[in-house]
C-alpha cells in the first residue's frame, strides 16, 4: 500500500501546473531625459540663445513649430552645452516617452469605444511597430553616441538607425496607402477626447524629425 501511496504522489505532483505566472507586460524602452530646470528657473541666457538657434535652424519657415521646439526643449536647455545633437536627442526622447503614451491610448479606446474599427486596429499595429523597443533602443543609442562624437567623427551607420526610426514613426502618422500604412490617424478625431497624446504628437514628430535632418556628420 505504501508503494502505492508514493505512486500516486509522484503521479499527482507531475500533473500539477506550475502556478500562474501573471502575464507579462510588454516591454518598453527605457528612456531618461536629463534634469529639466525647475518650475520659476530659467536656464542662462546662452543656453535659452542656443536652443532658439538649433530650433530656428530646423525649422526656419515654421514659427509655430519653432516656438514648440523652443518651448519643449528649453527647460533642458543647460544641458546641451552647444552640442546640437544632444538636442536633437532629448527631443527624440521626448518623442519616444509621446509615441508610449499615445500607443497606450489607442489601444484603451480599442477596447472599448473603438472596438471593431478597423483603422485603429491598422493605427495600433503601425504604431507597435514604430515604438518596437529594440527600434528605438537601437535609435536613441545611436543619437547618444552621435551627440558624444565630435563634429567629422560620427558615424555614419549611426545616423542611418536615427533616420530610419523616424521615418517608421513619420510613415505611421502621416498615414495612408501611399506611406505604405494601414493607419489614418486623421481619422481618429472621433476619439480625440480619449486620446491627449495626439494633440502634441505631431509637433513633437516635426521638432525630432526636422532636428534630426540637421545632424552632420
Known amino acids: 500500500m505504501a508503494t502505492v501511496l508514493v ?3 509522484v503521479v499527482s505532483t507531475g500533473g500539477l501546473s506550475p502556478p500562474c505566472a501573471a502575464a507579462a507586460k510588454e516591454e518598453k524602452p527605457v ?11 530659467a536656464p542662462s541666457a546662452e543656453a535659452a540663445a542656443f536652443v532658439r538657434s538649433c530650433c530656428e535652424t530646423a525649422l526656419p519657415a515654421e514659427r509655430d ?12 536647455a543647460d544641458s546641451f552645452g552647444g552640442n546640437q545633437v544632444k538636442v536633437t536627442e ?6 519616444s516617452n509621446n509615441l508610449s503614451a499615445y500607443l497606450d491610448e489607442l489601444r484603451k479606446v480599442q477596447d472599448g ?10 493605427c495600433v499595429d503601425g504604431f507597435t511597430d514604430a515604438t518596437n523597443v529594440n527600434i528605438t533602443k537601437e535609435a ?18 549611426d545616423l ?3 533616420q530610419n526610426w523616424i521615418k517608421g514613426v513619420d510613415k505611421h502618422y502621416v498615414g495612408g496607402n501611399a ?8 481619422y481618429l478625431y472621433t476619439y480625440n477626447d480619449d486620446l491627449p497624446a495626439q494633440e502634441t504628437l505631431g509637433n513633437c514628430l516635426y521638432t525630432a524629425s526636422s532636428l534630426i535632418n540637421h545632424i552632420k556628420l
Open 7 to 9: 505512486v500516486l504522489m
Open 31 to 41: 528612456v531618461v531625459l536629463p534634469p529639466a530646470a525647475a518650475p520659476g528657473e
Open 65 to 76: 513649430a519653432s516656438s514648440f521646439c523652443y518651448d519643449e526643449l528649453l527647460p533642458y
Open 90 to 95: 532629448v527631443a527624440a526622447t521626448i518623442l
Open 113 to 122: 469605444a473603438g472596438k471593431g474599427d478597423q483603422n485603429l486596429m491598422g
Open 140 to 157: 536613441l543609442d545611436s543619437l547618444g553616441r552621435l551627440a558624444a562624437a565630435g563634429d567629422g567623427k560620427r558615424s555614419k551607420e
Open 160 to 162: 542611418e538607425n536615427v
Open 179 to 186: 506611406a505604405g500604412s494601414d493607419c489614418e490617424t486623421g
